[in-house]
Protein backbone atom coordinates (compact mmCIF):
# COMPACT_ATOMS: atom_id res chain seq x y z
CA UNK A 1 0.00 0.00 0.00
CA UNK A 2 0.99 3.83 -0.89
CA UNK A 3 2.10 5.94 2.04
CA UNK A 4 0.01 8.62 3.02
CA UNK A 5 0.47 11.83 0.57
CA UNK A 6 0.47 14.04 4.20
CA UNK A 7 1.80 13.28 7.60
CA UNK A 8 -1.56 13.11 9.30
CA UNK A 9 -0.53 16.32 11.55
CA UNK A 10 -1.23 18.51 8.12
CA UNK A 11 -4.73 17.45 7.65
CA UNK A 12 -5.94 20.46 9.89
CA UNK A 13 -4.15 22.81 7.36
CA UNK A 14 -5.37 20.79 4.56
CA UNK A 15 -8.92 21.85 2.96
CA UNK A 16 -12.24 19.67 3.93
CA UNK A 17 -12.85 17.81 1.30
CA UNK A 18 -15.26 14.84 0.76
CA UNK A 19 -14.33 10.86 0.70
CA UNK A 20 -14.81 11.23 -3.20
CA UNK A 21 -12.66 14.18 -3.77
CA UNK A 22 -9.71 13.15 -1.19
CA UNK A 23 -9.75 10.11 -3.35
CA UNK A 24 -9.59 12.11 -6.68
CA UNK A 25 -6.36 13.68 -5.30
CA UNK A 26 -5.06 10.76 -4.32
CA UNK A 27 -5.40 9.10 -7.55
CA UNK A 28 -4.22 12.52 -9.30
CA UNK A 29 -0.93 13.21 -7.39
CA UNK A 30 -0.20 9.15 -7.98
CA UNK A 31 -1.02 9.86 -11.83
CA UNK A 32 1.83 12.22 -11.92
CA UNK A 33 5.00 10.57 -10.42
CA UNK A 34 6.17 9.95 -13.46
CA UNK A 35 6.07 13.72 -13.88
CA UNK A 36 8.37 14.45 -10.66
CA UNK A 37 11.43 13.06 -12.30
CA UNK A 38 11.30 15.44 -15.66
CA UNK A 39 11.70 18.33 -12.55
CA UNK A 40 14.66 16.90 -11.60
CA UNK A 41 15.88 16.41 -15.46
CA UNK A 42 14.83 20.03 -16.02
CA UNK A 43 17.01 21.48 -13.24
CA UNK A 44 19.73 19.51 -14.55
CA UNK A 45 19.38 20.86 -17.76
CA UNK A 46 19.52 24.24 -16.43
CA UNK A 47 22.53 23.67 -14.30
CA UNK A 48 24.72 22.20 -17.32
CA UNK A 49 23.27 24.44 -19.59
CA UNK A 50 25.40 26.36 -21.86
CA UNK A 51 24.71 30.29 -23.43
CA UNK A 52 25.17 31.20 -26.96
CA UNK A 53 27.35 33.62 -27.49
CA UNK A 54 28.09 36.08 -30.79
CA UNK A 55 30.65 38.72 -30.33
CA UNK A 56 31.19 41.46 -33.13
CA UNK A 57 33.80 43.53 -33.57
CA UNK A 58 32.83 46.85 -33.63
CA UNK A 59 32.90 48.98 -36.78
CA UNK A 60 35.06 51.75 -35.30
CA UNK A 61 37.90 48.76 -33.69
CA UNK A 62 38.41 47.81 -37.43
CA UNK A 63 41.34 48.58 -39.16
CA UNK A 64 41.81 46.47 -42.21
CA UNK A 65 39.18 46.52 -45.43
CA UNK A 66 38.12 43.26 -44.18
CA UNK A 67 35.13 42.66 -41.78
CA UNK A 68 35.44 39.85 -39.80
CA UNK A 69 32.50 38.02 -39.33
CA UNK A 70 31.24 38.02 -35.89
CA UNK A 71 32.44 34.98 -33.59
CA UNK A 72 30.56 32.64 -31.95
CA UNK A 73 31.15 30.78 -28.68
CA UNK A 74 28.59 28.55 -26.79
CA UNK A 75 30.07 29.13 -23.26
CA UNK A 76 28.84 26.78 -20.13
CA UNK A 77 26.32 28.53 -18.21
CA UNK A 78 28.84 28.19 -14.92
CA UNK A 79 31.85 29.58 -15.81
CA UNK A 80 33.71 32.67 -15.94
CA UNK A 81 32.99 34.74 -19.37
CA UNK A 82 35.96 36.50 -19.52
CA UNK A 83 37.86 33.16 -20.04
CA UNK A 84 36.82 32.98 -23.07
CA UNK A 85 37.86 36.05 -24.41
CA UNK A 86 40.92 35.45 -25.13
CA UNK A 87 39.68 32.80 -28.01
CA UNK A 88 37.39 36.21 -29.84
CA UNK A 89 41.02 38.29 -29.04
CA UNK A 90 42.73 35.87 -31.32
CA UNK A 91 39.96 35.56 -33.29
CA UNK A 92 39.77 39.62 -33.57
CA UNK A 93 43.31 40.49 -33.13
CA UNK A 94 44.15 40.47 -37.80
CA UNK A 95 41.47 43.24 -38.18
CA UNK A 96 41.93 45.31 -35.30
CA UNK A 97 44.71 47.48 -34.61
CA UNK A 98 46.58 46.53 -32.01
CA UNK A 99 46.36 47.39 -28.28
CA UNK A 100 48.50 50.62 -27.22
CA UNK A 101 49.82 50.19 -23.92
CA UNK A 102 50.18 47.02 -21.69
CA UNK A 103 49.01 43.82 -22.65
CA UNK A 104 45.12 42.93 -22.23
Do not use: C, N
Amino acid sequence: SMPPLFPAQWSKFLPKMSDDSGAAVSRAWQDAEHILPLDDMIRREVWEGAIPVRLVLAADDISTYDHPLPFYLQIPRMSYFPLFLVQARAYFQKYAAPLSGADR
